[in-house]
């Protein structure tokens, strides 16, 4: 079974840039997509950006395209997102997800099946 714990939350400031990490375990990640989500308080958990492991392929939504960047490490089953150029609006508990790549489903989170515990992530003015 595939487990996914990440790290690298904590408290910036605006403008400011963290790296979150999410350190997979249990089975290969070939054919698999891996992915962020986040989740502020009151709203619902919403996609962030994914990579594809095979081929590294991404897709950002909206929100973060242009100053987040999601990468993957192969060799460590490592998944990081550079988070640069942070705001207010970014604070949120972030998720690192994976499903299989030949699902064919969407980027909300019911379409994911393997979730991490969650970190921290708060942009102070």
């Known amino acids: 079974q595939l487990q996914l714990v990440e790290s690298g939350g904590g408290l910036v400031q605006v403008g400011g840039s963290l790296r979150l990490s999410c350190a997979a375990s249990?089975?290969?990640?070939?054919?698999?997509?891996l992915a962020w989500f986040r989740q502020a308080p009151g709203k619902e958990r919403e996609f962030v950006a994914f990579?594809?492991?095979?081929?590294?392929?991404?897709y950002y939504s909206d929100s973060v395209r242009g100053r987040f960047t999601i990468s993957r490490d192969n060799a460590k089953n490592t998944l990081d997102l550079q988070m640069n150029s942070l705001k207010p609006e970014d604070t949120a508990i972030y998720y690192c997800?994976?499903?299989?790549?030949?699902?064919?489903?969407?980027?909300?989170?019911?379409?994911?099946?393997?979730w991490g515990q969650g970190t921290q992530v708060t942009v102070s003015l």
């Open positions: 997800a994976a499903r299989s790549q030949w699902v064919a489903a969407g980027f909300e989170a019911k379409d994911f099946g393997s």
């Open positions: 249990g089975r290969t990640l070939s054919n698999y997509l």
């Open positions: 990579i594809r492991w095979d081929d590294g392929a991404t």
